[in-house]
């Protein structure tokens, strides 16, 4: 990744978009109760930093 593009990646104010994601109850529970285990304050900072993971990846 160019340098460019990882500092416009770091920036704290990087616009956003909200989504609706349909997910089953049990893990979303599951999700709620791991966050807080990982150092995140709820459970939608470990599905964004999940999703951030498996992107990343594939992007390599």
């Keep these: 990744m160019k340098i460019e593009q990882l500092k416009t990646r770091l920036s704290k104010d990087r616009p956003m978009t ?20 990982l150092g995140f304050n709820g459970y939608q900072g470990l599905l964004k930093a999940y999703v951030g993971q498996g992107l990343r990846r594939d992007l390599r």
């Design 18 to 37: 909200s989504i609706t994601l349909r997910m089953p109850n049990d893990v979303l529970e599951d999700l709620k109760r791991i966050a807080p285990l």
